[in-house]
């Protein structure tokens, strides 16, 4: 009897432990893909906001450069204003995925973007030394930190 209780206590041990180590490693692998899942969709966010950018920043200085009230500058001007709706939304995307120091950096291209916008529509000239793409490096920079992208992982040996 003694070594059927013994027995039964062994079986009931190794059930457990075997229900507890397959649970957390299910619990792991559920989280692998849920993180993997959200990497995929931050990753893609900035990719579109950083082209949204660049086609807003286009419009602009092709407006900048028509003349003024001429169909060429309206048709810039009309793409330029789509381009930013596009952008505002790809930006409250972006803020509701990103970690804060994303968010930052995206908010100081935005604040070029909108100078780019005012000059093109005024026809004022660029300015002297234009910073859009030391600020869209920086994004880009803080968007590889917060996806986990080193260096090391892209670089070619």
Same mark, same amino acid.
């Given at each position: 009897?003694? =070594?059927? *209780?013994?027995?039964?206590?062994? @079986?009931?041990?190794? &059930?457990?432990? !075997?229900? $507890?180590?397959?649970?957390? %490693? ?18 893609? =966010?900035? *990719?579109?906001?950083?082209?949204? @950018?660049?086609?807003? &920043?286009?419009? !602009?200085? $092709?407006?900048?450069?028509? %003349? ?26 972006? @803020?509701?995925?990103? &970690? ?58």
């Amino acid at each position: 009897m003694i =070594t059927q *209780i013994v027995t039964l206590v062994g @079986v009931l041990i190794g &059930a457990l432990t !075997s229900y $507890f180590s397959v649970t957390m %490693a299910e619990r792991a692998k559920h989280r692998r893909a849920l993180a993997t899942r959200w990497d995929e969709r931050k990753l893609n =966010t900035y *990719i579109e906001y950083a082209a949204c @950018v660049k086609e807003v &920043a286009d419009a !602009s200085k $092709f407006a900048r450069l028509a %003349a003024a009230g001429s169909e060429e500058f309206d048709h810039f001007i009309a793409s330029m204003n789509e381009g930013e709706r596009k952008r505002s939304a790809l930006f409250e995307a972006l @803020v509701l995925l990103a &970690a804060a120091p994303v968010v930052s950096a995206a908010h100081e291209v935005n604040v070029v973007v909108w100078d780019m916008e005012k000059r093109a529509r005024e026809h004022e000239p660029p300015p002297v030394r234009g910073n859009l793409h030391e600020r869209l490096n920086e994004y880009h920079e803080k968007a590889r930190q917060d996806l986990g992208i080193n260096e090391e992982a892209w670089r070619i040996p």
